[in-house]
T-cell receptor, first 116, second 112 residues
Framework: DTAVSQTPKYLVTQMGNDKSIKCEQN?????MYWYKQDSKKFLKIMFS???????INETVPNRFSPKSPDKAHLNLHINSLELGDSAVYFC???????????????FGPGTRLTVT | AQSVTQLGSHVSVSEGALVLLRCNYS??????LFWYVQYPNQGLQLLLK??????LVKGINGFEAEFKKSETSFHLTKPSAHMSDAAEYFC??????????FGAGTRLTVKP
């Protein structure tokens, strides 16, 4: 009963290729995220979607394009991969912010992307 | 914009010793604060969260954290470290709009 799942777990590819990472959550959350964790473990938000609508889009190259076919899925497509894209990418989900509380985010296991 | 600073990228303690991981935050409004743990090759798991109900927050695995507004701190502690506590720990802050910002992380090593 995985709450937030990502595929693939590992992805090794060459520079210039296009690849996708899939994320699915079965928690009934409306909000989903993509984070990038670099080799120094620094975790940075890339995108956030609420009910299939983009709400956060940090300074990320436009080679990265999230796609949300429904509120349980948020896929990340990356065009023209570069060496600097090598990192671990985490998907997460949560309920949306409300005045009476902030809901924690639940993370997937991560996808380790290696670009050679 | 909100942010957190984790003091010490690496903390090493002996098994049974006190664990203290430091986190200071910056936020223009009362913040929501979190501690997450990341075991090797795994995703992040929530340890505990502060959402203004009580300043001393108890989490899983014997961890707790105290919110101190005067010091803008949210340090994580555990009275007695176990070998299984060895992991990367992240402090995070959010004020609105599901925009959560993470600290740089602190790697905890536990020596036998």
């Amino acid at each position: 009963d995985t709450a937030v799942s990502q595929t693939p777990k590992y992805l090794v590819t060459q520079m210039g290729n296009d690849k996708s990472i899939k994320c699915e959550q079965n928690l009934g959350h409306d909000t989903m995220y993509w984070y990038k964790q670099d080799s120094k473990k620094f975790l940075k938000i890339m995108f956030s979607y609420n009910n299939k609508e983009l709400i956060i889009n940090e300074t990320v190259p436009n080679r990265f394009s999230p796609k949300s076919p429904d509120k349980a899925h948020l896929n990340l497509h990356i065009n023209s991969l570069e060496l600097g894209d090598s990192a671990v990418y985490f998907c997460a989900s949560s309920h949306p912010y409300r005045r009476d509380g902030f809901y924690e985010q639940y993370f997937g296991p991560g996808t380790r992307l290696t670009v050679t | 914009a909100q942010s957190v600073t984790q003091l010490g990228s690496h903390v090493s303690v002996s098994e049974g010793a006190l664990v203290l991981l430091r986190c200071n935050y910056s936020s223009s409004v009362p913040p929501y604060l979190f501690w997450y743990v990341q075991y090797p090759n795994q995703g992040l798991q929530l340890l505990l969260k502060y959402t203004s109900a009580a300043t001393l927050v108890k989490g899983i695995n014997g961890f707790e954290a105290e919110f101190k507004k005067s010091e803008t701190s949210f340090h994580l502690t555990k009275p007695s470290a176990h070998m299984s506590d060895a992991a990367e720990y992240f402090c995070a802050v959010s004020d609105r709009d599901n925009d959560m910002r993470f600290g740089a992380g602190t790697r905890l090593t536990v020596k036998p």
